[in-house]
T-cell receptor
Framework: ETGVTQTPRHLVMGMTNKKSLKCEQH?????MYWYKQSAKKPLELMFV???????ENNSVPSRFSPECPNSSHLFLHLHTLQPEDSALYLC?????????????FGPGTRLTVL | AQTVTQSQPEMSVQEAETVTLSCTYD???????LFWYKQPPSRQMILVIR????KQQNATENRFSVNFQKAAKSFSLKISDSQLGDAAMYFC??????????WGAGTKLIIKP
């Protein structure tokens, strides 16, 4: 596979469930990102990893927990979510964190919290 | 704080015609980058065009060009010879010293055949 892939593409979960989103990039990039995309709102940056180290956490609630085991993989662990967390979650990667590098996006995971 | 504003929630254009999408931003920095990204329905977000603020020349990519007005903090996207495949959400984004992309809320572009 090429580019940035995300699984699952769709996820429905109850408020008491625990699930994980997975992202994989095949571009040899060193920076990876999680974004939340809600309708008619700007993309919200959640987390940034650069060379496997977390560099940004934009006041994201602790019910979202990221994990970056290597430069190619990024996970977002979810637990006790709220209905307002329903959104499209996008993963992206770039060559590195700085320099205004182009970010390459995955197709997203459409999350619905019941 | 930096902000990006896209004042047109939706635009429509006749196929083969030209359309301009607006974007304004607010920053006190002098060195930054500006981007237009495109998100087609149910497809991945992709970069359309990138502009470095220190370059006075407007960026162009085939049918896509920008009008970058640094003093006015304006960064509009012009799409010439619109095609059905151009239908998408278009997002303007700013990147500066905080190492984060700051996004606008997007403009939905509809192409009328």
């Amino acid at each position: 596979e090429t580019g940035v892939t995300q699984t699952p593409r769709h996820l429905v979960m109850g408020m008491t469930n625990k699930k994980s989103l997975k992202c994989e990039q095949h571009l040899g990039h060193n920076a990876m990102y999680w974004y939340k995309q809600s309708a008619k709102k700007p993309l919200e940056l959640m987390f940034v990893y650069n060379f496997k180290e977390q560099t940004e956490n934009n006041s994201v609630p602790s019910r979202f927990s990221p994990e970056c085991p290597n430069s190619s993989h990024l996970f977002l662990h979810l637990h006790t979510l709220q209905p307002e967390d329903s959104a499209l979650y996008l993963c992206a990667s770039s060559q590195e964190r700085g320099g205004g590098n182009e970010q390459f996006f995955g197709p997203g995971t459409r999350l619905t919290v019941l | 704080a930096q902000t990006v504003t896209q004042s047109q929630p939706e635009m429509s254009v006749q196929e083969a015609e030209t359309v301009t999408l607006s974007c304004t931003y607010d920053t006190s920095e002098s060195d930054y980058y500006l981007f237009w990204y495109k998100q087609p329905p149910s497809r991945q977000m992709i970069l359309v065009i990138r502009q470095e603020a220190y370059k006075q020349q407007n960026a162009t990519e085939n049918r896509f060009s920008v009008n970058f007005q640094k003093a006015a903090k304006s960064f509009s996207l012009k799409i010439s010879d619109s095609q059905l495949g151009d239908a998408a959400m278009y997002f303007c984004a700013w990147y500066g010293s905080n190492y984060q992309l700051i996004w606008g809320a997007g403009t939905k572009l509809i192409i009328k055949p």
